[in-house]
């Protein structure tokens, strides 16, 4: 079983709706979560970043963390075309020297 | 922001031949990484760095080796390139390993086919 499971998609929305994507994990430990975007053929970039449980807003994306129920997810609100791209979530514990374990990643089209 | 720059966006090499994908980043990080990425597989970390001149495995080192002789500079080499190597592979850099300030910062990518 994999540390962080992403359901891969694709995830197919009208433009203007709300988007909503998820990731689960396994490993208690994790305290740093981050969503990623990356555009075909493209370098992922960072797009939110937060620590422990509760809610982040960045604009038109929210971020939600539940730890609780070792559950993430990424909000979008008022999609856009331009938000067509496949999102990673990544994670990371407090301490230890290792990179960040990644989701899969869930590819979205947004419809114009 | 940070600039992290690869070599080469996209090559082409034959089967045998050592190839070499080199990254650059601009912000001082102390940590350095390479990943691959595969359709169904998601990205998978090859190597990554703490400091200049150390490495340690990632999840899939069988085939590669690293070089960093510079802190801004981490160097992926295929000994001797295969066809099961055909990838995009990136690189990424961060100022923490993990926990606060680990966020990682790519690159645009390197396109590697294997004829």
């Known amino acids: 079983q994999k540390e962080v499971e992403q359901d891969p998609g694709p995830l197919s929305v009208p433009e203007g709706a709300i988007v909503s994507l998820n990731c689960t994990y396994s490993n208690s430990a994790f305290q740093y979560f981050m969503w990623y975007r990356q555009y075909s053929r493209k370098g992922p970039e960072l797009l939110m970043y937060t620590y422990s449980s509760g809610n982040k807003e960045d604009g038109r994306f929210t971020a939600q963390v539940d730890k609780s129920s070792k559950y993430i997810s990424l909000f979008i609100r008022d999609s856009q075309p331009s938000d067509s791209a496949t999102y990673l979530c990544a994670m990371s514990g407090d301490t230890g020297r290792r990179a960040l374990t990644f989701g899969s990643g869930t590819r979205l089209q947004v419809q114009p | 922001d940070v600039k992290v720059t690869q070599s080469s966006r996209y090559l082409v090499k034959r089967t045998g031949e050592k190839v070499f994908l080199e990254c650059v980043q601009d912000m001082d990080h102390e940590n350095m990484f390479w990943y691959r990425q595969d359709p169904g597989l998601g990205l998978r970390l090859i190597y990554f760095?703490?400091?200049?001149?150390?490495?340690e495995k990632g999840d899939i080192p069988e085939g590669y080796s690293v070089s960093r002789e510079k802190k801004e500079r981490f160097s992926l080499i295929l000994e001797s390139a295969s066809t099961n190597q055909t990838s995009m592979y990136l690189c990424?850099?961060?100022?923490?390993?993990?926990?606060?300030?680990?966020?990682?910062?790519f690159g645009e990518g390197s396109r590697l086919t294997v004829l």
């Open positions: 760095s703490y400091d200049v001149k150390m490495k």
């Open positions: 990424a850099s961060s100022f923490a390993a993990g926990g606060p300030g680990g966020e990682l910062f």
